[in-house]
């Protein structure tokens, strides 16, 4: 089946410093990527939806100039934390949809630990 | 706002018994309802998911069924197993699919030997 690969599984930064998250789509052209953001023990919250080759659209109160994404290519999108705080620490989960499919597959998910 | 309201929170059930999770939802624009299980420090691995044209669903020892006019689905799993121990979550989008999900808080299932 489709399989969506996030990297780094596991991060640490320090306060004040940005750090990348990348997901890619391994066996099929993602033209639309979700990232969730999940606190422990709660539930997935959308962050954003991104399209390639488009800007990024930024659910209700998530901070576009915080948390950038690119989605340069059908297979590959990004989530760059910038100047991450020790409140962004958090399990960090994309998705991916292929074009006309209605499947969505999600990634093993990034842990972001800001010390 | 809470547009997909799951429960219950946590269940246990025993092995071999028919575990329950309801969901309902409130945007009747949603088209794609799709069941979620989690494991600890995983993402999220879809289980089954089901549209609002068909009330039922069975894949293996999943089920899924599908009330429109109330506006609710529920998962069924048949036979549990201890395996089956994990956080479900329910999830609906518009679009059929083409937009971000919203989900439900999650259901910790705990199926006893």
């Known amino acids: 089946g489709a399989v969506v690969s996030q990297h780094p599984s596991r991060v640490i930064c320090k306060s004040g410093t940005s750090v990348k998250i990348e997901c890619r789509s391994l066996?099929?052209?993602?033209?639309?990527m979700f990232w969730y953001r999940q606190f422990p023990k709660q539930s997935l919250m959308l962050m954003a939806t991104?399209?390639?080759?488009?800007?990024?659209?930024?659910e209700q109160g998530v901070e576009k100039d915080k948390f950038l994404i690119n989605h340069a290519s059908l297979t590959l999108s990004t989530l760059t934390v910038t100047s991450a705080h020790p409140e962004d620490s958090s399990f960090y989960i994309c998705s991916a949809r292929g074009q006309g499919a209605n499947t969505i597959y999600f990634g093993e998910g990034s842990w972001l630990t800001v010390v | 706002q809470q547009q997909v309201k799951q429960s219950p929170q946590s269940l246990i059930v025993q092995k071999g018994g028919i575990s329950i999770i309801n969901c309902a939802y409130e945007n009747t624009a949603f088209d794609y309802f799709p069941w979620y299980q989690q494991f600890p420090g995983k993402g999220p691995a879809l289980l089954i998911a089901i549209r609002p044209d068909v009330s039922e669903k069975k894949e293996g020892r999943f089920t899924i069924s599908f009330n429109k006019s109330a506006k609710q689905f529920s998962l069924h799993i048949m036979d549990s197993q201890p395996g089956d121990s994990a956080t479900y979550f329910c999830?609906?989008?518009?679009?059929?699919?083409?937009?971000?999900?919203?989900f439900g808080k999650g259901t910790h299932l705990i199926i006893q030997p």
């Open positions: 999830a609906a989008s518009n679009g059929g699919g083409a937009d971000g999900l919203t």
């Open positions: 066996d099929f052209q993602a033209t639309t």
């Open positions: 991104s399209n390639e080759g488009s800007k990024a659209t930024y």
